[in-house]
């Protein structure tokens, strides 16, 4: 008991019995006003009990953890390494999630030709793609930039 009656512990005794004064006064005060018609009042008039009971639970909590009867919260246990085993859901395939085969739509798939390009090279900008049409003769390769414009 002799940790709590330090000159910290007694501010925050006399603040705590303030709060808890201040928040019955408060209450009789709306309850006043609840009284003489203002309707609005009534809820007030439950709020401040309300916060002078959580006053009063806070404080007594941190009265027992300073005298070290109430545990403390355990603390988490980090993961030994890495994320841990992954989640895997089985969803069922429908016509929204099916895949569209590459073939039917010739720009999706070049954009996924450049997409995967840009995968293999990690420093590479979509100017720098190379294009399909870069191995034919004479024809200057197509980038991002100039698929954008053709469209």
Do not use: C
């Not at 006399?14 to 309707?39: D, E, F, K, P, Y």
């Not at 390494?81 to 720009?107: H, K, L, M, W, Y």
């Not at 979509?126 to 930039?145: L, S, V």
């Amino acid at each position: 008991m002799r940790p709590l009656l330090t000159p910290r512990w007694l501010a925050g005794h006399t603040l705590a019995v303030v709060m808890v004064l201040a928040s019955g006064g408060l209450t009789w005060w709306q309850i006043t006003r609840a009284m003489g018609g203002n309707v609005l009042s009534f809820g007030y008039a439950f709020f401040w009990p309300a916060f002078a009971g959580f006053v009063v639970l806070i404080w007594v909590r941190e009265m027992r953890l300073a005298l070290g009867r109430a545990p403390a919260k355990p603390a988490e246990k980090a993961p030994s390494t890495g994320f841990g085993r992954p989640v895997v859901t089985n969803r069922p395939v429908t016509s929204a999630t099916a895949a569209v085969p590459a073939d039917d739509d010739p720009e999706l798939a070049e954009y996924n030709r450049l997409l995967a390009w840009l995968a293999a090279h990690p420093g590479a900008r979509p100017a720098d793609y190379p294009g399909e049409r870069a191995d034919e003769p004479g024809q200057r390769p197509q980038n991002a930039q100039q698929m954008q414009e053709t469209s």
